[in-house]
Structures are given as structure tokens and as C-alpha cells.
């Protein structure tokens, strides 16, 4: 529904449709009344800065992201806002709290004209992009949690390799049992990690055990259960590998609560970019990403698309490499690791 659609369901002239809708003088109360009352039942959303965007920008950009307790998304805003400053403009973050509903909700505000330019990284519970797929020309590019098959531009890391990196420093020092922690089964990121730890147990001729796979979905007291129920296993694990750092750390608390010892009993790695993860003890080994490069590179792609230079050139997917940090997580017993 647009404005000259409701115009001619009201069978009144678009000017004065607009001009009811900004509630001008001109226009008389019952005329105002009807437009609204037609506007409300055809879900018709007023684009409050349709008319000063014909002219001039908004000079802001939206970040869109699931949460700020995580070290990750902290650099990454730092990276976005170095070239939002660069280039004149403010940045609005929004939160969806790993609620896609949320996410749904804050997209039907942003495709009102609030912003010039979207990025975003999914959250975990987002199953479908509709609400996405309405914003029709708005430049949008996704970061870490993206939709695969949307075609618009993607900043991730190379988390399928790493991801083969991971478990393979297990395997290397000593771990036969290795476990995947996933936080969801719809992100991109979970399911590439995932492939690389299976590819990993391939290459390495390490059997398959689905039972070690855990989803830690549907709270933090639900989570610590799970991972609680895999760890007081007769065979548990000797390794873990968790997709995201909250994991990590509720390891950690587990085998203290369990009297389990890291690395000796078990060994815990995981994707971080906490700086406190040198300071656990034992010092928790991570893959690394390159958050801040991560947000000063998904800024620049979009900026070339709000300014609509070299669109077609940059709808694909950039993918910049993280590292690994060896701590005492996962070190091996003397004399006990392997090579590959």
C-alpha cells in the first residue's frame, strides 16, 4: 500500500491525502479522520521523511544486532562507527535480544525512511526473512549472521575453516571425544562451524557421535543442563569445541561444579574475541575474529551502496580469515600430543 493507492481507495487527489496525513491546516477534521481511519485498516505506514529524502539524506545509519554482552559485536561497532565518522554520519543501534519478533519489529520501523543504510547480523531465533525482503531498495548488508541466499552483500570470517582448525587442535592434543556446542540450528555461522568439526573427525578418521552434537537453545538455565548432561556422561567428552564464547564459559562452570579439571579431564576451545579469555583459569584457548576489520568493512560496502557507487561489483560475499590462539585449555599432556 502506498500513497497513491490509498489516495484512490479514499477517492481523493494524493495531495490531499499527504497533507491529511501531516495533519495540515488545510485540510479539515473529518477529511483527516477519514484518511487516517482508511490509512489504519489498509496498514498503510507513513514515511515520515519520504519528502526530505527526495532531497538530502538522512545521515544516519541502523546497526542491527542480537546482543552487547558478547566481545564480538563491541568491536564491530567500533569499526562501523570509524568510517560513519569518516563519512559524516550517525549510527542507531538496535537490539534484538536474539528475538526474532523483535528483529520484525524494528524492521517495520526502519523501512519507514529513519536511515539511510541497514546492517545487521541475524538473530538466532530468526527462521524466515520476510520482514526483510520488504525493504525493497534499501541498502542492506549482512555481518557474521547472515541470509545465505539474499542477494546482498555479506562480511563474515572463514568459519568453516576455522572451524576444521578447531577440532583439529583438539585431535592434535590428544582429544578422541570431541563435542560441538551450536547455539542455533538456523545460522549460518553454527551450521559452517559445525561442517568444519565434521570434516575435521573425517579427515581424521574419528568416528561420528551424533549424541556429542548439542543445540543449547532456549535459555541459560536450559543450556547449562544440557551441557551439565553431556559432561556427567559414563563416556563423556575429552574435548569441546563450543561455537560461541557464553558456551565456553558455562563449560567452564560445569566442570568446576562437576570437579571436572580443564585440560586434564576435558579440553574447551572456542570462537572469542574476549580479552579476558587470557585471564581464565586455565586461559581459555579461542578462535579469533577480526571483529573491528569485520564492521569497518561491512561500513564501507555500504556507504558505496547509499551513494550508489559500484553496486553491482560488491553484492557478494567478502570473507576475512581469524586465528587461533593456543592457551592452556587445551594443552596437551607432555609427550601426549599428536601430529596430524
Given at each position: 500500500m502506498n500513497l497513491k493507492q490509498l489516495a484512490k481507495e479514499l477517492n481523493l487527489s494524493i495531495s490531499t491525502v499527504s497533507k491529511a496525513l501531516r495533519d495540515s491546516h488545510e485540510i479539515s477534521a473529518a477529511t483527516k479522520n477519514a484518511v487516517l481511519a482508511k490509512a489504519k485498516e489498509l496498514n498503510y505506514q507513513v514515511n515520515l521523511f519520504a519528502s526530505s529524502l527526495r532531497q538530502q539524506k538522512s545521515k544516519t545509519i541502523a546497526v542491527v544486532i542480537p546482543e552487547v554482552v558478547n566481545d564480538f559485536f563491541g568491536p564491530v561497532i567500533n569499526g562501523i562507527e570509524s568510517i560513519a565518522q569518516e563519512k559524516g554520519y550517525h549510527v542507531l543501534i538496535y537490539l534484538t535480544h536474539e528475538d526474532m519478533q523483535k528483529e520484525v519489529e524494528i524492521f517495520k520501523v526502519l523501512q519507514n525512511g529513519r536511515v539511510d543504510g541497514i546492517m545487521m547480523s541475524l538473530s538466532e531465533q530468526t527462521t524466515t526473512t520476510n520482514h526483510l525482503e520488504a525493504l525493497n531498495e534499501m541498502p542492506l548488508v549482512f555481518f557474521d549472521r547472515v541470509a545465505e541466499h539474499l542477494d546482498v552483500p555479506k562480511v563474515t570470517t572463514d568459519d568453516y575453516n576455522c572451524g576444521i582448525k578447531a577440532t583439529e587442535h583438539l585431535i592434535q592434543n590428544g582429544c578422541k571425544r570431541i563435542a560441538f556446542l551450536s547455539i542455533s540450528q538456523n545460522l549460518s555461522i553454527s551450521s559452517k562451524r559445525m561442517n568444519g568439526y565434521l570434516e575435521a573427525l573425517k579427515r581424521n578418521h574419528l568416528a561420528l557421535d551424533h549424541s556429542l552434537i548439542v543445540t543449547c537453545t532456549g535459555g541459560e538455565e536450559k543450556c547449562d543442563d544440557l551441557i551439565r548432561k553431556l559432561l556427567k556422561r559414563k563416556r563423556r567428552p575429552d574435548g569441546v569445541f563450543a561455537s560461541v564464547e557464553k558456551l565456553a564459559i558455562s563449560t567452564y562452570e560445569i566442570c568446576n561444579e562437576l570437579n571436572l579439571k580443564i585440560p586434564q579431564d576435558v579440553k574447551v576451545i572456542c570462537f572469542?574475541?574476549?580479552?579476558?579469555?587470557?585471564?581464565?583459569?586455565?586461559?581459555?584457548?579461542?578462535?579469533?575474529?577480526?571483529?573491528?576489520?569485520?564492521?569497518?568493512?561491512?561500513?564501507?560496502?555500504?556507504?558505496?551502496?547509499?551513494?550508489?557507487?559500484?553496486?553491482?561489483?560488491i553484492l557478494g560475499k567478502t570473507i576475512l580469515n581469524s586465528k587461533l590462539i593456543a592457551r592452556n585449555s587445551t594443552k596437551a599432556k607432555r609427550g601426549k600430543a599428536s601430529k596430524i
Open positions: 572469542s574475541n574476549s580479552q579476558t579469555a587470557a585471564l581464565l583459569n586455565p586461559s581459555l584457548t579461542t578462535i579469533a575474529q577480526p571483529a573491528y576489520e569485520i564492521g569497518r568493512e561491512a561500513a564501507t560496502i555500504l556507504f558505496r551502496l547509499v551513494e550508489k557507487r559500484g553496486h553491482h561489483f
